[in-house]
């Protein structure tokens, strides 16, 4: 079993739809969640972090995590075709240290 | 406020050369993390760095990698003698004191012939 896993995609949706990106994680012991959005040939972007258990909204995105569960999800609302992407989960595994593990990335499609 | 710098952006060896990668935090940033994202697949952590220290290792290659990062200017990822699997994309991201977020660098793109 992979420590931090996403389905790869494509996700297509419809423009003004909305995006729900899913990662799960191995280790109960992590604490720190993020996502990262990396276009083609560019470096990844920082998204959100969420810590705790619940909701946390930034814009058009909302992240839910759900520790005993052991997943984390990014939502987008009123997906735009820019926001065509990959969409990367890191996880702080075990929560020591500073060392992030990547999930493979969700790659996203938005049609307009 | 200037974000994470890397040079080169893209960097061509030939095969038993050595790469020499730099990395300069953003300001105010002290830890250095270096990543790798081979062609079609996920990034991988490599090391994570303080000012003169080497905090995790855990993901660096036992043989002919190295990284620095000196007191004064950037950190530096070598790697000595590349073969063909070392062509990949090597990111590198910065942290403030304290905090977890990390910010990537625009990556150098290293291909071997």
């Known amino acids: 079993q992979k420590e931090v896993e996403q389905n790869s995609g494509p996700l297509s949706v419809p423009e003004g739809a909305i995006a729900s990106l899913n990662c799960t994680y191995s280790?109960?012991?992590?604490?720190?969640f993020f996502w990262y959005r990396q276009y083609s040939g560019k470096s990844p972007e920082l998204i959100m972090s969420?810590?705790?258990?619940g909701d946390k909204e930034d814009g058009r995105f909302t992240a839910q995590l759900n520790k005993a569960s052991q997943y984390v999800s990014l939502l987008i609302r009123d997906s735009q075709p820019s926001d065509s992407a990959t969409y990367l989960c890191?996880?702080?595994?075990?929560?020591?240290?500073?060392?992030?593990?990547f999930g493979g990335g969700t790659r996203v499609l938005v049609k307009p | 406020n200037a974000g994470v710098m890397q040079n080169p952006r893209h960097l061509v060896r030939r095969r038993g050369q050595e790469a020499r990668l730099r990395c300069s935090p953003m300001?105010?940033?002290?830890?250095v993390y270096w990543y790798r994202q081979l062609p079609e697949e996920g990034l991988k952590f490599m090391v994570y760095?303080?000012?003169?220290?080497?905090?995790?290792e855990s993901g660096m290659p036992k043989e002919r990698f190295s990284a620095e990062f000196p007191k004064e200017g950037p950190s530096i990822l070598r790697i000595q003698q590349v073969v063909r699997g070392d062509s990949a994309a090597y990111f590198c991201?910065?942290?403030?004191?304290?905090?977890?977020?990390?910010?990537f660098g625009p990556g150098t793109r290293l291909l071997v012939l």
């Open positions: 969420i810590y705790s258990n």
């Open positions: 760095l303080q000012k003169e220290n080497i905090i995790d």
């Open positions: 991201a910065s942290s403030p004191m304290g905090r977890e977020t990390q910010y």
């Open positions: 890191a996880v702080n595994i075990g929560g020591a240290g500073n060392k992030l593990t």
């Open positions: 300001k105010g940033h002290s830890h």
């Open positions: 280790d109960r012991v992590s604490q720190s």
